[in-house]
């Protein structure tokens, strides 16, 4: 509305809504209509039968254009006039249905009184609800470099860190060969570092001799000598990095395995934090575990290769001349730092513009995956020019980084070249006093400076060594992580083989961990009897999924119990309870694999022969054998080759695949045409038949049939009964104005132009 456009596309706006919300958006919709182009896609046809034009798409063809009533006039030759029937039947009925109710005796008030539970004085509050809500106040600090929502977690000690460290080696502990062969070849790859060293410099005095046999005779057994450490060099640095690679990748492998365990573990109210969302903990999933591998894999063998280079090469120091070596090693600490700060300087210090760049990254991202809502607004330069404003910050920044790193790199190889020169002085001084020769004196030097540049390299790697101990730090307390809500507690009872499926919410009170003040529930008492269906109606974000969350134990209730087969389900085993519930939301999940995989979910070991005949029961067996690959279509990301409607059939397949004696229904039609709709909804009731069903609706129509309905309001049960029990004894009640807002919410004009169509079709 704020860009007050001429053109106005409508696509669903009003689908997901419940009648109150519906309607006022509609109106809002209405007002801003006038004078303006607008063109609407529609599944609830009574919100457009003022359109100026109605065309009816299948299959990417317009089969009807017309008013509403040019439509409607084809009587039942028209496609536009079967949709309207389908969706008024369901109401004439339910209205029928009342008036019949409402001429029978009076005595029939009394059978419709819904069951009222009242507390018990020495009913007290759970134990569980003090666990959640120690859960809901705890302290959450997540960063991707290693924080983690722990209230628990401290900085590490270095006792604690070794004993992490050592939980990753037992981890690894099946690879204990191949890291023993990589050990061996990094110690060996060492040694030959400072043996080339001392081929090198011998080398360099031999052609100071004067005898020119000599030479020749030497030059020719070194350099024989370098060809067979050139050939060691080929062998044991294929060993060191082949198998401390197989050690890193299996170690990655392992930690990413229970780190996703862990994860999954969780109960509901961990991923409702912002800092659990999907995105951070797979970020986690893939960075802490690289980092672990790059600490721990990778550069424990550098290090030993570099420890075995000093070693050796300050034994040859030694031995050789040990007064220049230790002259050498007194300076090692500053070759090591000018080398280590070199290094730095020539990166630039550039670690932590990551976290600097982090804000123009997320940007980037949202314009990229929202492109079609950025170009729809036309937008683009909009979000360049906030790209290019989040980039002014890291620009400063890397102005004054640059000049410090172009000084320090200048001190850091002044104090290098000065550490050499002292070096070099001091040898020609032992040369001068006859204390040394030039050959010993060469050698010596060459082969401590090369080991000064391996521990350089060594230290260097501390910044991964701290990246790899925060990743451990949080790989561990993720692992370690007790779970608010055991799924597979071993002291549970394991639920029956057959389940009655009585659900009853017992004055329960519940709200949000993520919203600890918003109480959502208020001595909410809610019975489902064994086999029969219970319905759920209010306005949008009354709590009716709230029940169904509950019912599936996704959340404890802060006070009260909820109950299966009169036993609370706190005292069930999770798992076990779990495989006796099927669920259809309003959005389906469905994996990016094949249709097949996709139903198959739904039963670990079902059968083909049962997955088709679950697809059958859907309605969904025809449509997926249409399709060129059948049940091994690829559904992609999200579902996003198929329709809607075609998308809720796959999930409700993978529902009756379940087989189980408890159905939940959450909006399971809410965003579908009338044809998907009249199709899911014949097979919903022929497989909820003898099921305890449990339905969350905003299309009153859908649940005419349910042997309960519950007006949920304000956290209570306000309204009790069936469909036509509600209307004679509620006349004024909530439902009731909900029916009348949907039957007569049809008298809108809305439109100018409007597509209607089932949901495989192509709407434009």
């Keep these: 509305m704020l860009k007050n456009p001429a053109i106005l596309l409508l696509d669903e706006a009003t689908s997901a809504l419940d009648s109150e919300s519906e309607k006022l958006v509609q109106e809002a919709l209405d007002r801003f209509m006038i004078g303006r182009t607008t063109l609407v896609i529609a599944h609830r046809l009574s919100t457009i039968r003022k359109a100026d034009l109605v065309a009816v798409l299948q299959q990417g063809s317009v089969l009807e254009k017309g008013t509403h009533d040019d439509l409607i006039s084809k009587g039942e030759n028209g496609v536009y006039a079967k949709l309207i029937k389908m969706q008024e039947v369901a109401n004439e009925t339910a209205m029928n249905n009342a008036r019949k109710s409402s001429a029978r005796a009076s005595s029939a008030r009394n059978s419709v009184s819904s069951p009222i539970m009242t507390r018990n004085s020495s009913y007290g509050r759970s134990p569980y609800s003090r666990r959640l809500s120690d859960f809901s106040n705890s302290d959450f600090s997540l960063s991707l470099d290693g924080g983690y929502p722990n ?6 000690t270095f006792k604690e860190q070794a004993s992490s460290f050592w939980r990753l080696a037992k981890m690894n502990s099946p690879e204990w060969t191949y890291a023993l062969i990589g050990s061996v070849g990094s110690v060996v790859c060492g040694s030959l570092s400072a043996f080339f060293a001392y081929v090198l410099s011998a080398v360099l005095s031999v052609y100071y001799n004067q005898d ?6 030497e030059i020719g057994k070194y350099c024989y000598l370098l060809i067979g450490v050139s050939s060691a060099a080929l062998i044991f640095n294929t060993l060191q990095h082949c198998f401390w690679d197989v050690v890193g990748e299996n170690l990655t492998k392992r930690v990413r ?7 999954l573990m969780n109960e509901m109210a961990w991923f409702d934090q912002e800092e659990n969302e999907s995105s951070r903990v797979a970020a986690r999933l893939s960075l802490d575990a690289n980092n672990v591998r790059s600490a721990i894999g990778d550069r424990i063998s550098v290090i030993m290769q570099n420890s075995a280079l000093m070693l050796v090469a300050c034994t040859a120091g030694f031995v050789l001349q040990w007064r220049l070596a230790l002259v050498l090693i007194a ?4 070759v090591v730092a000018a080398t280590v700060l070199q290094k730095m300087f020539m990166q630039g210090f550039s670690g932590d513009l990551e976290g600097a760049h982090a804000k123009a990254t997320q940007l980037a991202g949202e314009a990229v995956a929202n492109m079609r809502t950025v170009a729809a607004f036309n937008s683009e330069s909009k979000i360049v020019n906030l790209f290019t404003t989040s980039l002014d910050g890291p620009l400063r920044r890397c102005f004054w980084k640059g000049q410090i790193a172009g000084s320090g790199f200048g001190v850091a190889q002044f104090l290098l070249y000065c550490s050499y020169a002292l070096g070099l002085w001091y040898a020609s001084w032992l040369v001068k006093h006859g204390i040394s020769d030039f050959s010993k004196t060469i050698r010596v030097f060459m082969v401590l400076m090369v080991s000064a540049n391996g521990a350089a390299e060594t230290l260097t790697l501390a910044p991964d060594f701290v990246k790899g101990g925060r990743a451990m730090r949080s790989v561990f307390n993720l692992l370690d992580r007790k779970t608010e809500i055991e799924s597979d507690d071993p002291d549970s009872t394991p639920v029956p083989d057959r389940l009655k499926g009585e659900i009853e919410l017992k004055h329960v009170d519940f709200a949000y961990p993520s919203r600890p003040d918003t109480p ?3 001595d909410l008492c809610l019975r489902a009897r064994a086999g029969k269906t219970l319905a759920l109606v209010g306005s949008s974000g009354c709590g009716k999924s709230s029940v169904i969350a509950l019912v599936q134990r996704f959340y404890e209730p802060s006070y009260g119990r909820v109950t299966i087969d009169g036993k609370d389900i706190r005292k069930y085993n999770l798992k076990s309870l779990r495989r006796h519930i099927a669920t259809v939301p309003q959005e389906p999940c469905l994996f990016a694999t094949t249709i097949y995989e996709n139903i198959a979910y739904g039963h670990e070991s079902a059968t083909e022969a049962e997955i088709i005949e679950a697809a059958t029961l859907a309605n969904a067996h025809k449509f997926i054998s249409s399709l060129p690959d059948g049940y091994n279509t690829f559904v992609g990301e999200q579902g996003v080759q198929l329709s809607g409607g075609q998308k809720q059939r796959v999930a409700v397949a993978r529902a009756f695949l379940r087989k ?3 159905m939940l229904l959450d909006e399971a ?3 579908l045409d009338a044809e998907s709709e009249k199709c899911i909804q014949e097979a919903l009731e022929r497989v909820c038949s003898g099921k305890t069903t449990i339905v969350v609706a905003h299309r009153l129509s859908t649940i005419r049939n349910a042997h309960t309905i519950a007006v949920i309001d304000d956290g209570k049960v306000a309204e009790q009964g069936s469909h036509a029990q509600l209307l004679k004894n509620y006349a004024d009640g909530c439902y009731a104005k909900m029916i009348q807002l949907q039957r007569f919410s049809h008298g809108h004009e809305v439109v100018n132009i409007v597509s209607v169509g ?5 709407q434009i």
């Design 669 to 671: 039609t809410s965003a």
């Design 331 to 334: 300076v090692f600490p500053i």
């Design 151 to 156: 209230h628990r977690l401290e900085k590490l």
């Design 212 to 217: 020119h046999e000599y030479m020749v005779k």
């Design 257 to 263: 395995e229970k780190m996703l365990a862990a994860v």
């Design 758 to 762: 089932s949901s495989s079709s192509t």
């Design 660 to 662: 189980a004696e408890i």
């Design 520 to 522: 959502i529930f208020h």
